[in-house]
């Protein structure tokens, strides 16, 4: 672990010229009198290394100096894929050895190209989580890829929408899918894969047993079937729609692009007040009562009659909830 640090604070110094004791000690998460013994133990060593006084000074190499330990390890060339994803790699316990990836392949670049990798970095940043959540870490998911990478069955407790179930399975590959993680997985019984979502994961247990992966599975692509199936059984109803010049701006932020697509291709020429006629497709009564309430008072739905009589009762109730407020005010 120490000699991973000791080469760490060389590559560090080596990409960034001159750091001090506790921007190394930060940067490695350690203690800045840490940062001192591993200086004192590279001086030892014969690394040209020096330190400078004052506000603007450090830790630096002999100019020129530059180290040949660059090489990647197993484990670093096997992490390399989440090296432009930071998030994702710290959710699945890879960050330190990303983070060591990152400096090895900043160290190893000449200096003009090192400038410019980062001023990209300060350019461009991806963050894969949603507005509304931070991301979708579970306390399995480390569990959940140790297993997808040794090949080990598991036994898990898992929420389904019908109760909580526990499964043995077979983890083919996790999937990051809008903050969201998957992991897909068959079941001994069963040859085609699922996809389980992993937050809802209450229990992994690795067992002893590994599982042959069939070779002709590419999760890449079963993943992309996976998605274009889903979306083909998403909509299978529709709602006839009356929407104000308000209330169809407000669709295009709320709505699915197949349910604003569907909206501009059935529109009819609005009436005097601006309000168009539409049809749009749902998924359910239960999802569109849900989807359509957020449009308010904006959207009228003419049907189907089990939709409109549903989005009806909730005004009356929500009528009936704030009325003493509509007529004057709530009691004191």
Known sequence: MRASRLLSIMLLLQAHGRLTAAALAARLEVSVRTVYRDVEALHAAGI????????????????????????????????????????PAAELGYDAVVATVQHKLHAALPGPLADRVAELRQRFHLDP???????????HLPAAADAVWRRRRVRVR????????????????LVLKGGRWYVVAARPDRREPAAYRVNQILALVPLDETFDQPGEFDLPGWWRAHVADFRSRLHRDEATIRLSPRGRERLREIASDVVVAAADRT??????????????????LTHAHGDLLRLGAEVEVLAPAALRDRLAATAAALAALYAPAVQGGAPA
């Open 158 to 173: 898992y929420r389904s929408w019908t109760g909580e179930v526990t499964r043995v399975l077979h983890p083919y590959g």
């Open 48 to 87: 040209p290394l020096y330190g400078e006084a004052g506000h603007a000074g450090g830790y630096r190499l002999v100019d020129g100096w530059r180290t040949r330990l660059t090489g990647l390890t197993a484990e670093e060339a096997e992490r390399l894929v989440f090296a432009g994803l930071p998030g």
């Open 129 to 139: 989580a949603g507005w509304y959540s931070d991301g979708d870490a579970s306390a």
């Open 267 to 284: 529109a009819e020429p609005p009436d005097a007040a601006g309000w168009v006629r539409a049809t749009v497709p749902i998924e359910s």
